[in-house]
């Protein structure tokens, strides 16, 4: 016999509540979760309406008490059930319970306040407000939150009092200010929140190259043709125009009476990314990020269901927009690590897309300049149509890339930070004042140990990814717990100079500034960015050339376009090759081309400087010659080889208490347990996590490798089935999380 639980009104609060009904015989293949359907409700028995939110074998009280289905509700393509059948999917394929994994997919249903939206417009025609802004900048000491308020309201037109306030942080003084001037009208209405609007829309559009209108005209013949439910990888170089390719392929969506979600990364969501949103569709578009209320973000979703709004861009989450007549998902930057949930489900949008997209008949667009290795997979095998972007726009040439063997530097005797032919060109833009990025490759950095004089990396002999230290003189492998004593001097070439690198984005600014005074200097990392406004602030003031050195960590390589910088220095490139990972090659050459791309994207051409102690590396020499099939070529023979993803798919499973040895026993339980049910399983483990003991929980890890994505679920559900009737080691906590994108 089969039972459903039932929740009959859809909201946060109330999923925790649900009913159990017995599915009858003749309706067992059509109850599934997601469905609506009418069930007897309360003593009188009324027939009412339900959503399906889980199936089971097991009834909860005496099956007699039970009552069955009444039948299928008719009509029932609420959005809701769509949202319960994605979850459910969620749920199977990543695990985690269906609760954790409906509150991922519905939104947030609490009462909230209505709110009185006011809006400030600006009055001034544009050129007397580009008037009275130079009259404000000409001030020697002018206010910086008015110069940046008085843009803002010139680039968009108006904007919400909420977003002035809150996201730009701007004091409604100022505001104020502004209305006594009379440059702004400040207007009220009781409305939705919304966290900027336009009014200005359909700026001058930029006419498509023939590359950027191939690539949309093979999606639009698709469409035309009836074949909407595609999933496309648009590969296109740094600056080729993927965004313009977006842009046209959402008007086509909103033409056809669709609508659409942008997926970008939560670190390129910036004021420049979203406005070119804005400018283009005006308030048919919203934003949610997570630095939004539960209740603005909730607002932006009822927008989208009612079809106030038709395009959502916004982070991960985004991904649950509950549009009903959704066309097209597109998911920028699909490489990016912030694509997978870090909570359970710990689902990855990418897949999670495609599974929307089928149940919509939508479409997906994956856009990157350096694909992940799984995506190319899959679009060589024809399951992904791949659309190219091979050149720049406008004819512009691909940075020229320069590697430099930090070793060398080391032999001349040069013991800074930067080589002597960053120098030099640091020296030379500083005098053509023209801008530069440094930036320092901070990613991965777990204690793994090399030589600084033959740049030699202790690695696992079974494993061929990183050793890290443990307390000071133990080498562990986080994959199969390889363990062995750290070297004293390089078992390579016998050098002393062996140990961990050290050195942060502030040691380089201190650097920097005393190398060359005279610049202005900016720095970007988690410090510097902690405001609310940090990030986008230092970003601003770059574009406007406030500053001619910025200097940071992978924060600086995200999608932004500053069109006066010329040079590129990456100071430790190799840096994340070192991660105790096998995508490291991975994160490394995707790492080194982005920012090898934020050079030359104006009219000037621009160059890059690849500092490294591996200059044979393929994912570096790759890079420095921004060939990523190249990369590809390599790289996927290593995943073949040590049957890594995508060659195979991986489950990990973590065990976690502040008990080491029920951490390590249930583990050990774990293993056996699956060694013992299934034949020829390929179990590694259980060994240390990466971070061994995180605030005083001890963390286990096991892999189990496996071609196909079935069968790995099957593993989990018996792990699952055990977990629930375990009771040996409840001090534990297990959890799943497949095809990892990052060491654990
Ligand atoms: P990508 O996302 O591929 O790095 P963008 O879409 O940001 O590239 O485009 C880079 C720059 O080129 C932007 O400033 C954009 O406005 C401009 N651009 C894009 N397509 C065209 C085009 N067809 N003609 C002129 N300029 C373009
Ligand atoms: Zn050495
Ligand atoms: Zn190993």
């Given amino acids: 016999m089969k039972f459903a639980d039932i929740v009959i009104d859809i909201s946060l609060e109330k999923l925790d509540k649900t009913f159990q009904y017995l599915i009858p015989e003749n309706l067992l293949d059509k109850v599934h979760p997601g469905s609506q359907v009418i069930i007897p409700f309360g003593k009188g028995g009324r027939q009412i309406k339900g959503f399906v939110v889980d199936i089971s074998q097991e009834p909860k009280l005496d099956v007699d008490k039970i009552k069955p289905i009444s039948g299928i509700a008719k009509d029932s393509i609420a959005i809701e059930s769509q949202l319960i059948e994605l979850a459910a999917w969620m749920k199977r394929n990543y695990g985690s319970t269906m609760n954790q994994a409906l509150k991922t997919v519905i939104p947030i249903k609490k009462k909230q306040s209505i709110k009185e939206k006011k809006t400030v417009v600006l009055k001034l025609s544009k050129e007397m407000a580009q008037v009275e802004f130079?009259?404000?900048?000409?001030?020697?000491?002018?206010?910086?939150?008015?110069?940046?308020?008085?843009?803002?309201?010139?680039?968009?037109?108006?904007?919400?009092?909420?977003?002035?306030?809150?996201?730009?942080?701007?004091?409604?003084?100022?505001?104020?200010?502004?209305?006594?001037?009379?440059?702004?009208?400040i207007v009220s209405e009781r409305?939705?929140?919304?966290?900027?609007?336009?009014?200005?829309?359909?700026?001058?559009?930029?006419?498509?190259?023939?590359?950027?209108?191939?690539?949309?005209?093979?999606?639009?013949?698709?469409?035309?043709?009836?074949?909407?439910?595609?999933?496309?990888?648009?590969?296109?170089?740094?600056?080729?125009?993927?965004?313009?390719?977006?842009?046209?392929?959402?008007?086509?969506?909103?033409?056809?009476?669709?609508?659409?979600?942008?997926?970008?990364?939560?670190i390129a969501l910036t004021y420049q990314t979203v406005n070119r949103f804005y400018n283009r569709f005006g308030n048919q578009v919203s934003i949610i990020n997570s630095r939004m209320t539960p209740a603005e973000r909730f607002d932006q979703f009822e927008r989208a269901k009612t079809g106030d709004i038709s395009i959502m861009v916004g982070p991960r989450s985004a991904l649950f927009t509950p549009f009903t007549n959704l066309g097209i998902i597109i998911i920028d930057e699909e490489h990016e690590g912030s694509y997978k949930?870090?909570?359970?489900?710990?689902?990855?949008?990418?897949?999670?897309?495609?599974?929307?997209?089928?149940?919509?008949?939508?479409?997906?667009?994956?856009?990157?300049?350096?694909?992940?290795?799984?995506?190319?997979t899959r679009a060589?095998?024809?399951?992904?149509?791949?659309?190219?972007?091979?050149?720049?726009?406008?004819?512009?040439?691909?940075?020229?890339?320069?590697?430099?063997?930090?070793?060398?530097?080391?032999?001349?005797?040069?013991?800074?930070?930067?080589?002597?032919?960053?120098?030099?060109?640091?020296?030379?833009?500083?005098?053509?004042?023209?801008?530069?990025?440094?930036?320092?490759?901070?990613?991965?950095?777990?204690?793994?140990?090399?030589?600084?004089?033959?740049?030699?990396?202790?690695?696992?002999?079974h494993c061929d990814v990183s050793l890290s230290l443990h307390g000071g003189n133990k080498l562990k492998c986080h994959y199969c717990g390889y363990e062995t004593a750290n070297p004293k001097v390089c078992p390579e070439c016998g050098s002393k100079y062996i140990g961990g690198f050290k050195a942060g984005t502030q040691k380089v600014e201190e650097i920097v500034k005393a190398q060359y005074p005279s610049a202005r200097v900016v720095r970007m990392d988690m410090d510097t960015t902690r405001g609310k406004h940090g990030h986008e602030d230092i970003l601003k003031s770059f574009a406007n050339h406030e500053a001619d050195i910025l200097i940071g960590t992978q924060m600086i390589v995200k999608g932004h376009d500053f069109p006066e910088v010329t040079l590129v220095g990456i100071l430790a490139a190799d840096m994340s090759l070192n991660a105790s990972d096998f995508h490291c090659a991975e994160r490394t050459f995707q790492l080194i081309t982005q920012a090898a791309g934020r050079a030359g994207r104006g009219d000037k051409a621009g160059n890059v400087v690849i500092q490294t102690y591996q200059p044979d590396n393929y994912s570096v020499v790759a890079a420095a010659n921004q060939d990523y099939e190249n990369f590809y070529k390599q790289e996927i023979a290593y995943r073949r080889l040590m049957d890594y993803p995508p060659a195979a798919h991986m489950l990990l499973i973590l065990v976690t208490s502040e008990n080491e040895s029920h951490a390590l026993g249930q583990a050990n339980a774990i293993v056996a347990l699956l060694n013992n049910t299934f034949d020829r399983i390929r179990c590694m483990g259980p060994s240390d996590a990466g971070i061994a003991k995180l605030n005083d929980v001890y963390r286990k890890v096991i892999y189990i490798k496996e071609r196909d994505y079935e069968k790995l679920i099957s593993y989990k559900d018996k792990v699952e089935k055990y977990l629930l009737d375990s009771r040996e080691y409840a001090d534990t906590a297990t959890w799943f999380d497949f095809d990892p994108m990052s060491g654990f």
């Fill in 191 to 266: 409305a939705y929140r919304n966290p900027i609007s336009v009014s200005h829309t359909n700026e001058e559009n930029v006419v498509l190259n023939a590359d950027q209108a191939k690539a949309c005209d093979a999606v639009i013949n698709d469409w035309n043709l009836g074949d909407t439910n595609n999933t496309y990888l648009l590969y296109g170089v740094t600056g080729s125009g993927k965004t313009e390719v977006y842009m046209k392929l959402l008007e086509e969506t909103l033409r056809r009476g669709k609508s659409a979600i942008v997926l970008i990364p939560e």
């Fill in 380 to 461: 060589q095998a024809g399951e992904y149509k791949l659309l190219k972007l091979d050149n720049r726009v406008m004819d512009r040439p691909m940075p020229q890339c320069d590697i430099v063997d930090l070793r060398d530097e080391l032999m001349s005797g040069n013991r800074s930070i930067l080589s002597r032919k960053l120098q030099v060109a640091i020296e030379d833009r500083l005098n053509k004042k023209e801008q530069v990025m440094l930036f320092l490759n901070r990613r991965g950095l777990m204690g793994f140990i090399s030589c600084r004089a033959c740049g030699h990396v202790i690695k696992c002999p």
């Fill in 341 to 376: 949930s870090e909570v359970a489900p710990r689902y990855h949008a990418r897949e999670t897309a495609i599974a929307r997209a089928a149940m919509n008949d939508a479409s997906v667009v994956l856009g990157s300049a350096t694909p992940s290795v799984e995506s190319f």
């Fill in 134 to 185: 130079n009259a404000l900048v000409s001030r020697a000491r002018h206010s910086i939150p008015k110069k940046k308020l008085l843009e803002a309201l010139m680039d968009a037109g108006q904007l919400s009092w909420d977003y002035i306030v809150g996201d730009m942080g701007i004091s409604s003084s100022i505001i104020r200010d502004f209305a006594d001037r009379g440059w702004i009208e």
